[in-house]
Structures are given as structure tokens and as C-alpha cells.
């Protein structure tokens, strides 16, 4: 995700806020070149700008924001609305990737994307009409100010809070599948929830609530079945008894085996192999 890296030690200067209403559907943005930053939140219908080459149909909820010396211009007739705020910074801006690139986020700078979809498209309005409100009522340029920087603050905030959700999805995902390999690794021992808990250095209602909530069955009921399916592969494929194969799968028990084998498959294991009796099995 591309976003402009803003320094919070000193506040944004604040220089122009509206809100737009198109005439017409016949209506088209203008062209010109931008003198300052200029952040747009559509709240009505499409807006069709383009900064540079680059071109944006911004739809309700949907913002943009366009850097200093940039070219803006429509490139398509629309009816639409949209509330817009120019601003400066004088510390140094720059556009930063943020994906995998910090563990924490710096206190002292808000990351805001270019362009978007605002998750609470309704915060960002009430705040935008309380800048116009404050404008007109107290013409207090510092107030102004920081106003305008509490704005991105707020766009930066949602953006942030979905972006660790999606971090924080990514890595559950992650230890799904390094739980589903440990398991298939390990299969023919003696395998725990809790082994696998201080293997992966988790705790152990965590990491179960982690796996079943992925694989919508719980992590004891999935290490049975990744034995079943291989004790399934012993009886088709070798001459093994019952207690031989319930051993090779981490069973001391043979009776408990046959007992969960039955549960899982419906039908024993006895059953299971007469069902493939059919097989060739070469020996030398």
C-alpha cells in the first residue's frame, strides 16, 4: 500500500475546505496544476480525475489525495458530490510502501494512503463539516490547523486498524499451514495439542481456537483424522496387523484405534481392509 509518510511535530497548515456539488451530469474537473495537497472524499456518485496519466473513478466513500506539482484534470462528465481541503506541510512528504515494512509505526508520523475506500465514511463527513464550522465561526488559523491534520489523522487511523487486521489475519493463516505440516510430519507419534502449542510458542486454547476457527473443525479432531487417512494408506498398501498399523499412527492402544477408526470411517479396520482386498501387494 502507497502512502504519503506526513511528520507530526509540527501540525498541517490548513488552507481551503469545501464541499462540491456538480451543476449537471454534465459536469467535468477542471484542469490545472496543484499547488498544495488536496484531499477529496466523494460522497455522491462518481468523480472521474486523473493526477498526471494516471486516472481514478471515485466512488462514494472513495478518497484521493493529490501531492503538490502534480496535474490534475477529469477526464469523464459526471454528476457528483464531494467535500475537498488543500493543505500544506512543511516537513518533508515522501510516498512510502508501507506493506512488510514496519513491525510498529512511528508515534511522531501518520501513513496516509493515496487513494481508497474510507471505512467510516460518515466520521470523516461530521469532521469535515466541523472544519467549515469552525471557519466561519472562530477563524482560529492554528485550531484550523490541527483540525485538518485530525482529519488524516482519522483516514490514517482506519486505514491502519484494517491493515493490521489483514497483518494479523495473514499471520493466523500462516501458522494454519505450519500446524497442518507439523501435524502431517508427526502424524505416526504420539501427537498433542499442547506439543504443538509449545512447539509453535503459543498458547494452547489460542492456537486451537486459531486452527478450528480456519478449518472450521478442532485441532484434536484434525489430528485424528490426518492418522486415520494414514492408517487407511497401511491396511490398503501392506499385510500389517491391526496393532502393528495402530502402532506405526501413535496408537498404544489397538482397541482405542479400532474404536475412533470405526467412529471416523464407520466401519473397522478390518472392514475397511476386506473392502480393498482386491489390491496387489508384492512382496520380494
Avoid at 64 to 84: D, E, H
Avoid at 96 to 120: A, C, L, R
Amino acid at each position: 500500500m502507497i502512502c504519503y509518510e506526513f511528520l507530526l511535530e509540527t501540525p498541517l497548515k490548513y488552507n481551503f475546505t469545501g464541499k462540491f456539488q456538480a451543476p449537471s451530469s454534465e459536469w467535468r474537473h477542471f484542469t490545472r496544476y496543484m499547488e498544495d495537497y488536496e484531499l477529496i472524499v466523494v460522497t455522491e456518485g462518481t468523480v472521474y480525475i486523473q493526477e498526471g496519466n494516471e486516472q481514478f473513478a471515485l466512488e462514494k466513500g472513495e478518497f484521493k489525495i493529490f501531492a503538490p506539482g502534480s496535474r490534475q484534470s477529469g477526464y469523464k462528465n459526471s454528476s457528483c458530490a464531494f467535500y475537498w481541503m488543500h493543505f500544506e506541510d512543511i516537513n518533508p512528504v515522501r510516498k512510502v510502501d508501507i506493506e512488510n515494512q514496519f513491525d510498529e509505526f512511528p508515534e511522531n508520523k501518520i501513513y496516509v494512503p493515496t487513494s481508497g475506500k474510507i471505512k467510516n465514511l460518515e466520521k470523516i463527513i461530521i469532521m469535515m463539516k466541523h472544519l467549515q464550522d469552525c471557519i466561519r465561526s472562530y477563524h482560529n488559523k492554528m485550531q484550523n490547523d490541527y483540525m485538518s491534520c485530525t482529519i488524516l489523522c482519522e483516514i490514517s487511523s482506519q486505514f491502519m486498524v484494517k491493515q493490521n487486521q489483514e497483518n494479523s489475519d495473514l499471520k493466523k493463516k500462516q501458522l494454519f499451514n505450519d500446524i497442518q505440516d507439523y501435524v502431517k510430519w508427526n502424524r505416526n507419534s504420539d501427537i498433542k495439542v499442547s506439543e504443538i502449542a509449545e512447539h509453535f510458542g503459543y498458547n494452547k486454547r489460542y492456537l486451537s481456537y486459531v486452527f478450528s476457527t480456519i478449518a472450521g473443525v478442532p485441532l484434536k479432531q484434525y489430528i485424528l483424522q490426518e492418522k486415520i487417512d494414514l492408517a487407511k494408506y497401511i491396511l490398503c498398501d501392506t499385510n500389517d496387523t491391526i496393532s502393528e498399523v495402530a502402532y506405526q499412527i501413535g496408537f498404544n492402544d489397538s482397541h482405542n484405534f479400532m474404536k475412533i477408526f470405526k467412529k471416523i470411517v464407520g466401519m473397522t479396520p478390518t472392514q475397511y481392509r476386506n473392502a480393498y482386498d482386491k489390491r496387489m501387494l508384492y512382496y520380494k
